[in-house]
DNA sequence: TTTTAGCACTCACGTTATCCAAGTGCTAAG
DNA sequence: CTTAGCACTTGGATAACGTGAGTGCTAAAA
């Protein structure tokens, strides 16, 4: 009861809690000695600290782990927030990737935050088509669709002498070679055979190559959003400007964000300070959930905050916006797919 | 002279000079009570100012005007530095986009200031094409070509019911009446006739128009590049939250931005302070300059520093970068435009 | 055995005092 | 017109001090 009413002290106040302030408003009462004596025990056992020799009390590491663990309640979800919701969730959306963005920004707004989301994803994705879409004099469009269907593009510019013979048939090697096949090992083509047999069709064939390998990377990169980055601003409580530059040069390096979210593998996973493995993050905390969307497979959402974060509150919400994304979702797929 | 060692003094150290430094640093030898006198006058002059009662001076917005005006020699670039541009720009690009993006970014790597590009533009772009590619099942993807030779997509779902042949209708509507004018006549159609004449072949045009009006706007929007945005966590010197987070903000807003450049009129033109239109500036010099590219139009960069940027530098970094990029956008289209 | 009152002790933090260096304006002499 | 001299101002760094919130420990009470 105490390390409860410790934990949702400080990450409310910010301030370490004294033993008198916490005796006053226990529901128990007992003097403030008899929390003191509680107090050291707490603090032997690793749960609670100091941050000076005769200040109050601070949850540790440990401790928010055994609170989430063992003692918060989530919040039931504001009746307003989840209008919010809704209504944000609400609008008219041609493609899921708005959906999912869009998500960011409400879950940074509702939490003042900074949110991740990760699109559904089936599995490890295939290549299913590649087109060149001749659109002017020299202008061409490259185009590559996957099996989860995520659809990839870019623009570029061919060299004069060019025909578009040339380009048909590698469209028609690419597609009759590589198609099926996962956007890893394809990648992985790209790099060994692919190069000697596309120069049958094409003298000089480093654009071609830098352009499918650009559509490629991107297509094979996971589908991720970040909602609310300047909320970092506020909770940093490190006016480190180097720190801060690493935060934002993390989040803009997809793969290692993916790479700390993992795969959560329950509902709604707290990870705590040190317990995320990259080491810029440890004295945040991550608040990560997955939401399933029936076959279409399953993504993620998560909330960066400073360690010290109202969990309970934190909890309930992310916990209540996996559900309604999920269900927004399906609600898509059931109106596109027929 | 005197205002130009202060200024020259104040960018390099930041720290208010006095007339004794000034004394022993200026090729006259005289006194320290000298140039007090004349610091005197340039201060009556409004050119420089005390930050409290007995301090050293600092120039103000007028005096760094004047120095920039009449006092400033640009340095000449560093071989260093040149080289750094040549090799970044040396590399294959196959869009323009590509080279004004990292244009951005050398240029603020090499000032640790945050840099802005505009692609080159010849006038307001009209549009020259519009198509929707199927791309799977219920996939379409919309592509907008300008004839600046831009090209805008999206990929969207299309709501069930809807065939093949009421698509190409409705894009044959569009190039029939639209092709040729415009942007901004195009957008201003579709708040008005168009809706209604799609209505002709779309029972639920909604989604149709939303995603015309999404490439749309997308197209009209200025081609516009930051590179560098971290690097204002170090010299703003506000630890100030909400400063930070609406300079973020503005430098998002693409319009806004753009009107805050201008079309400057110089080659290289220097904005002090307050001189800027935009308020959240007004701490903040900018330097900007446009760079021509033969009959393909000219753009803008631009350099966004604390007022006491070391102008002479700066000045003459941008100068001799806008014409590396001049002549290596020369050189692109010469390859691909014979 | 558990709880409590009492008390000496610790430490961060805000306030105040003090000193110092760097600078200024002004006056009178060169 | 320039300069030496001097009294005066000011921010910033440092130390001294008091205060309040908190602690641990001991001994008595429950």
Known sequence: MILKAIVRDY??????????????????????????????????LGLIAKTHSSSGRIPSVKGYRYYVDHLVQPDPIKPNDIDIIKS???????????????????????TSYTAFTLKPELKESRLSGFRLVPLGKRQVMAVLVTDNGDVESQTFNIAPGITGDQLEAVVRLINDQLVGKPLKDVLQALETDIPMQVTQYLQKPEGFLKIFGDVLTQAAKERFYVGGRLNLLNFSDANDVDELKSLYTLMDRTDDMASVLGQPTDHVQVKIGSEIT??????????????????????????????????????????????????????????FDQ
Chains 1, 2 share one sequence.
């Not at 301030?15 to 008899?34: E, I, R």
């Not at 944000?88 to 879950?107: C, M, V, W, Y």
């Not at 992310?318 to 109106?335: M, N, T, W």
């Open 278 to 335: 990259n080491d810029i993050l440890k004295d945040y905390s991550l608040i990560t959930a997955t939401y399933e969307v029936g076959d279409h497979g399953k993504g993620v959402i998560a909330l960066l905050g400073p360690t010290r974060m109202p969990y309970s509150r934190m909890i309930g919400l992310v916990g209540a916006f996996r559900q309604e994304l999920a269900q927004r979702l399906i609600d898509y797929y059931r109106y």
């Open 11 to 44: 990450t409310s106040s910010g301030v370490p809690v004294g033993s008198k302030a916490l005796a006053a408003q226990l529901p128990l009462h007992v003097s403030s000695a008899t929390v003191r004596n509680e107090m050291a025990t707490l603090e032997d």
């Open 88 to 110: 944000s969730l609400d609008g008219q959306f041609l493609k899921i990737d708005e959906i999912i963005e869009t998500s960011a920004r409400i879950l940074s707004n509702l």
